[in-house]
C-alpha cells in the first residue's frame, strides 16, 4: 500500500510517496497551475501511478497542503460577502484596532475590509456579556436584510453577533432564516468559526472564512474530481494551520484554518526529522518560489500562537508560529525610485516564472542571479526534466540591474542574493534574538527548493553554526504531510477571577470540551488507542488587556495551587517578571484533540553505486571565481566529509557549499553542514 502527501505551493507542486511496507521513498516535483491548481496535482499522481506501476486501489492515503485561501485573500479573488450583526457593530471590522506597528511610515494604510459597508448590516438583538438575551433578535429584519443580500448577488454570508462567543443560539436561528432566502449561499456563523472574546478578531476571522468558502469548496471539489478521474478512491485528508490533518468537509467548513496549511506541514517534517538527527532544537528555513517561512522549534516541539496577520487581515485560531515574508526564488529584483537595488516581495510565481524560464517573464529574479553566478544549472532543475535560459538570464540582469548601477554583472547579481539573503536573516531574528533566543544553540533546517541555495549565506548572516539539509528538501512540506496525525482545535472563553469557589468550574467546562472532542474523533474514524488530548489556559493578571498561554498537557484536573505555580512561570518567560498576591483571571480554555498518524517506517540511507562527481565549473562566492566541484547527493555515501566550495545536486534541490565550510552525510542521509563564521 502506499501513502501520497503534496504541497500545493505557488510556483512548485511538490510530492512525496511512500511505500507502507517497505518504508522506500519517492519524491516528484512539478510547476503549479495557477489557474487550476487541480491540474497540478493530477500531473504528480499520474505521474506515480504510470512510472512506479501503483495501482489507485494501493493509494491508502492522500493528504494535501494548500495556500488556495491565503492566495484568495492576498489577491482579493473571494466572493462577494455580506455580514449581518448587532445593531451598533456594523462598522467593527473598519474600526479594527488603533495599534500602528509603523508608526513613523505614513504611506501604510489598513486594507479595505473584505466587506463592503453597504453590504453590512444590522438587526436587532443583542446578549450580555454572560450569554442573558437582552433584546430578542427580530427574525423580521434578518429576513429584510438576506433578501436585500439576495437581489445583490451575495455569494457568501458572514454572521456575527455581539457576545455570541457565550451563546450561539441568535446566530444559529439567524442562519436558519438566511438559508431559507439564499439556498444556495455559504454561512458562516462566529460562534462556530471562533467563539471567544475580542469582536474585531471573531469578525475578521469569520468574515474571511465566509469570503473564501465558496471558491474554496469549488477548488475541493475539482480536487477530488481528479482523484475519481485517476480511480483513486480514498478520502483525502488537508493539513491545517496548526499541523493537522482533517477532512474535507472540515475544511468545507472551515477553510481560514488552512492559510498556513503547507508551510506547517513542512515544519512538521523538519521537526521530526532533524529531531531523529539529534537536533531538537532548529531554526526551520523554507524557502520556495514566491516566500520563505521560518519557524522555532525548541526540544523537538514547534510554537504555536493563536494570533496571526494574512495579507494584513487579522486571523485567531490556533497555528503554528511561522513567519512569513516576500523572498524566494521568484522575488523580482529591481531598481526602485532613488536607484536602489530592491528585492521583493513582489515574485513572478510560477507564470511566467523567472526570465531564465522562458515563459514570458520579463523582470530578473533571484532564481536568475543563481543562475548567473553559476550556482544553478540550465540543465539541473527538476533532474533535467525544465530547462533554463542562462543567457537570457544575464542579458537581463546585465540590462535592468548592472549597467544603470554601473556594477560588473557578477556583482549585481551577486548584490541581489545578498540583498535577499538579508531579508531571510532578518526573518529568522524576528522569531529567535527578538524573543531572547540565541541562534548560536539552533541548527538551521534548510528545504524547500531554494532553502539550501542560501542556507550556508543565511547561517554566517544569522550567526547559526550547523546547517540541516534533509534528504530531497525540496519536497518536505510534502514529506510533513505523510508524518502530521489527524486533529483539531477547540476554544471556550470564560473570562472570570480564579478562586477556591471557581476553579471546580474549570475542571467543570474542560470535560465537556473533552466531549466534543471526542465526537469529533469519532467523526474522522480515529480509533480510541490512537487518540490523544492537550488541554491549556490563557489567563492574564487582573487589569491585564493580553493573557499569556499555560501548558496543562493531558492533566486539567490539577490543583489550583500548580496552576499559579504555572502561571508565574509562564508570565516570567513571556514577560521577565510575576506579581505575587495579583489576582489572576482565565480567559480562554483551549482543547488540541490529534489522532495518531499511519506512519510507515522510512527506509534507512543508502547511496546509489556511481562516482558521486558529477564534473566541475567556475561559480561566483563574495571574493570571486571558484573552480567548483558538482555532486550527485544521491551518490554520496555515508559519513563522506566535503569541504567547500561545492554544489550538491538532487531532483528537489540544489545545497551551495561556501568556501570554508564543511559537510558529512549522516547516518540517515541528511547533510549537515559546519558552517565557519569570519570576521565582519
Avoid at 495599534?99 to 453597504?118: A, F, G, H, M, N
Avoid at 460562534?191 to 469582536?199: A, K, M, W
Amino acid at each position: 500500500m502506499y501513502r501520497i502527501g503534496f504541497d500545493v505551493g505557488g510556483t512548485f507542486t511538490d510530492f512525496t510517496m511512500i511505500n507502507s511496507r517497505s518504508g522506500r521513498m519517492s519524491h516528484f516535483k512539478t510547476p503549479s497551475t495557477p489557474e487550476d491548481r487541480s491540474q497540478a496535482i493530477e500531473t504528480g499522481l499520474s505521474h506515480f501511478l504510470n512510472e512506479y506501476g501503483v495501482s489507485p486501489d494501493d493509494c491508502a492515503f492522500i493528504g494535501h497542503g494548500t495556500t488556495v485561501a491565503t492566495n484568495m485573500v492576498i489577491e482579493r479573488r473571494g466572493v462577494l460577502t455580506g455580514l449581518i450583526t448587532t445593531r451598533g457593530a456594523r462598522d467593527v471590522l473598519e474600526i479594527g484596532r488603533q495599534s500602528r506597528p509603523q508608526i513613523y511610515d505614513y504611506t501604510v494604510t489598513k486594507p479595505e475590509p473584505l466587506v463592503d459597508r453597504w453590504l453590512r448590516r444590522e438587526v436587532r438583538e443583542r446578549l450580555d456579556a454572560r450569554g442573558a438575551v437582552l433584546v430578542p433578535m427580530d427574525e423580521q429584519d434578518v429576513r429584510e436584510v438576506a433578501e436585500d443580500m439576495w437581489a445583490a448577488g451575495v455569494e457568501a454570508v458572514a454572521i456575527c453577533f455581539l457576545n455570541a462567543y457565550r451563546d450561539g443560539r441568535h446566530e444559529q436561528r439567524a442562519a436558519e432564516i438566511v438559508r431559507e432566502i439564499l439556498p444556495e449561499a455559504y454561512i458562516s456563523i462566529s460562534s462556530e468559526v471562533l467563539p471567544e472574546f475580542r469582536e474585531f478578531e471573531r469578525f475578521s476571522t469569520t468574515v474571511m472564512n465566509a469570503y473564501v468558502g465558496p471558491r474554496m469548496a469549488a477548488y475541493l471539489t475539482a480536487f477530488e474530481g481528479r482523484l475519481r478521474s485517476l480511480g483513486i478512491g480514498v478520502e483525502p485528508r488537508t493539513i491545517h494551520s496548526n499541523g493537522a490533518l482533517m477532512s474535507l468537509d472540515a475544511v468545507r467548513a472551515f477553510p481560514v484554518r488552512t492559510c498556513l496549511s503547507g508551510p506547517a506541514a513542512g515544519v512538521v517534517g523538519a521537526a521530526k526529522i532533524a529531531g531523529a538527527a539529534g537536533f531538537d532544537d532548529i531554526v526551520t528555513f523554507d524557502v520556495g518560489g514566491t516566500s520563505t517561512d521560518v519557524s522555532l522549534v525548541r526540544d523537538g516541539r514547534p510554537t504555536f500562537t493563536t494570533n496571526r496577520l494574512v495579507a494584513h487581515y487579522p486571523i485567531r485560531c490556533p497555528m503554528m508560529d511561522i513567519h512569513v515574508i516576500g523572498a524566494g526564488g521568484g522575488s523580482i529584483a529591481a531598481l526602485d525610485d532613488i536607484g536602489a537595488l530592491s528585492v521583493g516581495p513582489r515574485s513572478a510565481g510560477s507564470l511566467p516564472g523567472p526570465i531564465a524560464y522562458g515563459r514570458g517573464g520579463t523582470e530578473p529574479t533571484v532564481t536568475d542571479a543563481n543562475l548567473v553566478l553559476g550556482r544553478l544549472s540550465g540543465d539541473t532543475l527538476l533532474s533535467g526534466r525544465m530547462r533554463l535560459d542562462v543567457e537570457a538570464a544575464k542579458r537581463a540582469i546585465a540590462q535592468k540591474i548592472a549597467e544603470p548601477m554601473g556594477l560588473a554583472l557578477e556583482d549585481a547579481a551577486l548584490g541581489i542574493i545578498r540583498i535577499a539573503v538579508a531579508k531571510m536573516g532578518r526573518a529568522i531574528r524576528a522569531v529567535s534574538t527578538e524573543r531572547g533566543f540565541r541562534l548560536d544553540t539552533f541548527a538551521l533546517c534548510a528545504y524547500g527548493g531554494a532553502g539550501p541555495l542560501h542556507a550556508c549565506a543565511v547561517a554566517q548572516e544569522t550567526g547559526i553554526r550547523t546547517v540541516v539539509v534533509p534528504a530531497q528538501p525540496g519536497t518536505l512540506c510534502a514529506q510533513g504531510i505523510l508524518l502530521s496525525d489527524v486533529g483539531f482545535d477547540f476554544v471556550k472563553t470564560g473570562v472570570a477571577t480564579v478562586g477556591p469557589a471557581q476553579w471546580p468550574q474549570v475542571a467543570a467546562a474542560f470535560a465537556g470540551m473533552a466531549l466534543h472532542g471526542l465526537t469529533w474523533l469519532d467523526g474522522e474514524g480515529v480509533s480510541t488507542g490512537d487518540r490523544v488530548m492537550r488541554f491549556s489556559l490563557d489567563a492574564r493578571y487582573a487589569g491585564q488587556n493580553h493573557e499569556v498561554q499555560i501548558d496543562l498537557a493531558d492533566n486539567p484536573e490539577i490543583s489550583l495551587e500548580v496552576f499559579r505555580v504555572l502561571f508565574a512561570e509562564a508570565h516570567r518567560r513571556e514577560y521577565g517578571y510575576d506579581i505575587d498576591g495579583r489576582d489572576v483571571e482565565i480567559v480562554n480554555l483551549r482543547l488540541s484533540v490529534s489522532g495518531g498518524a499511519t506512519t510507515a517506517p522510512r527506509k534507512g540511507y543508502c547511496a546509489i553505486d556511481g562516482d558521486p562527481v558529477l564534473g566541475a565549473r567556475p561559480i561566483y562566492f563574495t571574493d570571486g571565481w571558484y573552480e567548483t566541484v558538482l555532486y550527485d547527493r544521491t551518490r554520496i555515501p555515508l559519513d563522506t566529509i566535503i569541504e567547500g566550495p561545492a554544489i550538491i545536486q538532487e531532483m528537489s534541490s540544489t545545497t551551495v557549499l561556501e568556501p570554508g565550510q564543511k559537510l558529512q552525510v549522516d547516518h540517515q542521509g541528511n547533510i549537515v553542514i559546519e558552517v565557519r563564521h569570519y570576521a565582519k
